[in-house]
């Protein structure tokens, strides 16, 4: 089994930042790749970015070169990094952790709005 839970979630005005953060407890060396997803009121769950345990990354068009995911080993956490913030990044933002199970955090809300 393996847990996972957010934090780092928040009201900020367009073009700001914020930082998430996803801790992993448990069977931490079963999972092959980390990733955070979101969900808009109304919309279907989409996928946001992904880290494989060997540093690979990828990302959703329309977060490029605006959010950076990234992981500390060490802390047996994974970041996303969120600039440029837009109002149609308001989300519920949840952590996956894929180990052949599938694993989900609980949510943090990030709002954009002024």
């Known amino acids: 089994q393996v847990q996972l839970v957010e934090s780092g979630g928040g009201l900020v005005q367009p073009g700001g930042s914020l930082r998430l953060s996803c801790a992993a407890s448990?069977?931490?060396?079963?999972?092959?790749?980390m990733g955070w997803y979101r969900q808009a009121p109304g919309k279907e769950r989409e996928l946001v970015a992904t880290?494989?345990?060997?540093?690979?990354?990828s990302y959703v068009d329309s977060v490029k070169g605006r959010f950076t995911i990234s992981r500390d080993n060490a802390k047996n956490t994974v970041y996303l990094q969120m600039n440029s913030l837009k109002p149609e990044d308001t989300a519920v933002y949840y952590c996956?952790?894929?180990?052949?199970?599938?694993?989900w955090g609980q949510g943090t809300q990030v709002t954009v709005s002024s």
């Open positions: 996956h952790g894929y180990s052949g199970h599938v694993y």
């Open positions: 448990g069977n931490i060396f079963s999972i092959i790749v």
């Open positions: 880290i494989s345990v060997r540093g690979s990354t």
